[in-house]
């Protein structure tokens, strides 16, 4: 008896590919099950379509499931190859897989929050869709409620990069609906359980290298042990990250990197503010309405119930920004291409373009001696001008000053031990750029102390600072010398007065590409030169060329530095205290450092406040402040 021939085996291999993609992307939320019983109909259909034979299929599945605009702009277009792709499917969604079974002791669990911490990073719709669908916010709050204060240090939590995953993929999952669905007591206990990492700042790190140095990489040699200017019961102070050749190695999209977690203190300063916001502050009913009726009573100075409810209407803890499955649906064909295109711009309108910056300090910052090369931007210049609003948590100094000399974890511990208070806080700042060939103003604090560039000035020196029309003048004095130079206001949808003749990064590149321009303007093309499209239509290579280098292209824009001014509004300023600013940035970081000092000490009698910190997802400043 003649055996029957399946059907199946006259189909041509691309219809079944279709057939599978479809039938994979039948329920896109979660790993491809529904491929499975396909597989099994016959020998000939698990073979063509296996993960070893059609890497494109399961290519093709990974474009279906989860977002490439992100890896596309921070690797380039490699990472589409069909080999890449298929590997990364595989990744994810066994991670997604490890975290709906929801075992948080797992032995790899680090290694499982850091691959969703990224997949965070990386969302434009897709991405947070799967996380969802693992439940990774009963996950996280599972892991912080019974895992964040094991093994503790004299009673005190750790800060390892365990837990800076945990809290920051809990916040980044975080929502309005799962605020509100909160119970009291559940608020409370989480409250509870971050508020060291709030508190403490000279315990846990806060920066990817020490905020007293403005100019990093530091030289090699100087020694670590040499740049600790105090030893604390609870270690040395300032504070360096682990070396780093401690920082872990990870292999994504192909690529092997390091990857270093961001400060745990952030996140946990998220997520007391998030928690505490959830209690507006009480509005007294003897206040004046608003401030006509406050200057009606002759008060010219003071809050008001309209001050009070402005304050309550506002989150100082923004969600990192929503996302939806298809938000390229509303997106015009130009506005397409440009997301596509894998070309990192300031107008970017994914998602995932508002955590570039933070990427690049978790793989090119680990190391405060190292200097990583196709190093990208870690501060989009513009996001700091305008109005800005928060608010300060001010410790009181002796509850403080108790906890810097006693090693223990007080028992009374909590927002009344240290006794706690929060105060709202409003800043309108203008951005300051120094474009080449002006010279940038040199770092603060005394020329033979390399522990200190003045970062009690926000690593300003002794300056004269004068605003005229869209410029702003700083002048200082430099080896006994009157120096100068200028920096130009930032106006949004303005150039500045970059000019590629003239600046000094634009000519140093042209001198070294010259020599290597030359020689490759008249070679043919090659296979490989058409790689990438091939890779974009589905149809690249098993594997890439072992002889493939990165590359990073970025455009000049002449800034050498960026500094700040600001003040408090008038209005601000008479229901809270009018205080002007000045801070800078750090360029190999995007550390932004603030000082704050008051408009009128005669009648506020407030001290000098420097804030340090960093500008998460383009929307929230998370400093730590000193006095």
């Not at 920004?321 to 596509?340: A, C, G, M, N, Y």
């Not at 091939?534 to 824009?557: K, V």
Request: aromatic share 10%; with cysteine; hydrophobic share 35%.
């Amino acid at each position: 008896m003649q055996a029957r021939v399946s059907p199946l085996l006259r189909v041509p291999v691309e219809i079944l590919e279709r057939i599978g993609l479809e039938v994979a992307l039948l329920s896109p939320l979660g790993p491809p099950v529904d491929l499975i019983p396909f597989l099994c109909t016959c020998k000939y259909v698990h073979h063509v379509l296996s993960f070893h034979s059609s890497k494109d299929l399961y290519a093709k599945i990974f474009r279906g499931m989860f977002d490439v605009d992100a890896p596309r702009r921070r690797f380039g277009r490699r990472v589409l190859h069909s080999r890449t792709l298929a590997l990364q499917l595989k990744t994810y969604c066994t991670t997604l897989q490890r975290i709906r079974r929801g075992d948080i002791f797992a032995r790899d669990v680090e290694d499982i929050l850091r691959t969703a911490f990224i997949l965070l990073t990386e969302n434009d719709g897709k991405n947070r869709a799967q996380l969802e669908w693992a439940n990774t916010y009963g996950f996280v709050n599972n892991f912080v409620r019974h895992r964040l204060w094991q093994d503790p240090v004299n009673g005190w939590p750790r800060d390892t990069p365990l837990h800076s995953l945990a809290l920051w993929l809990m916040w980044s999952m975080t929502d309005g609906d799962i605020l509100t669905h909160e119970t009291p007591d559940d608020r409370n206990d989480l409250i509870t359980l971050v508020l060291p990492y709030v508190i403490m700042a000279f315990k846990y790190h806060s920066y990817f290298a020490p905020d007293h140095h403005l100019y990093l990489p530091l030289p090699r040699e100087w020694e670590r042990g040499d740049l600790v200017s105090l030893h604390t019961v609870h270690g040395e102070y300032p504070l360096f990250p682990p070396r780093g050749d401690t920082i872990p190695e990870i292999t994504h999209f192909g690529r092997t990197m390091r990857f270093r977690t961001p400060p745990i203190t952030a996140a946990a300063k998220l997520i007391y503010f998030s928690r505490r916001e959830m209690t507006p502050l009480v509005i007294p009913s003897n206040l004046p309405v608003d401030r006509p009726a406050a200057l009606a009573l002759g008060i010219n100075w003071g809050q008001t119930q309209a001050d009070i409810t402005e304050v309550n209407s506002y989150r100082s803890a923004q969600f990192v920004p929503p996302s939806h499955w298809d938000w390229k649906s509303t997106l015009t064909p130009e506005q397409r291409l440009i997301e596509e295109d894998g070309a990192w711009r300031r107008s970017l309108l994914a998602p995932s373009a508002a955590w570039d910056n933070d990427w690049e300090r978790f793989t090119a910052c680990w190391d405060p001696w190292a200097n990583v090369d196709l190093k990208g931007t870690v501060y989009t210049f513009g996001m700091m001008d305008g109005l800005w609003q928060g608010r300060l948590l001010t410790p009181d100094q002796p509850g403080y000053l108790h906890l810097v000399s006693n090693p223990n974890y007080p028992e009374r511990f909590g927002d009344v031990s240290p006794h706690v208070s929060t105060w709202p806080l409003f800043m309108r700042l203008k951005e300051h750029h120094c474009i080449s060939p002006q010279e940038p103003l040199p770092a603060g604090g005394p020329e033979d102390d390399m522990v200190d560039d003045g970062i009690r000035n926000a690593w300003f020196p002794a300056v004269d600072l004068a605003t005229h029309g869209d410029r702003a003048v700083l002048t200082y004095r430099r080896g006994g010398e009157i120096q100068r130079t200028e920096h130009q206001t930032y106006v949004e949808g303005r150039p500045n007065s970059h000019n590629e003749n003239t600046c000094l990064t634009c000519q140093a590149r042209r001198e070294a590409d010259a020599p290597m321009r030359a020689p490759e303007d008249n070679l043919p093309l090659r296979h490989s030169d058409y790689e990438d499209d091939f890779a974009e239509a589905g149809l690249g290579r098993l594997s890439p060329d072992a002889d493939e280098e990165d590359t990073y292209e970025t455009t000049c824009g002449g800034i050498q530095d960026i500094i700040f001014t600001g003040e408090t509004d008038p209005n601000h300023g008479m229901a809270w205290g009018r205080f002007t600013f000045l801070g800078r940035v750090r360029s190999w970081d995007g550390l932004i450092a603030l000082v704050r000092l008051p408009a009128d000490p005669s009648q506020w009698g407030r001290s000098r406040w420097v804030f340090r910190g960093y500008l998460h997802y383009g929307k929230c400043l998370l400093a730590a402040g000193v006095v």
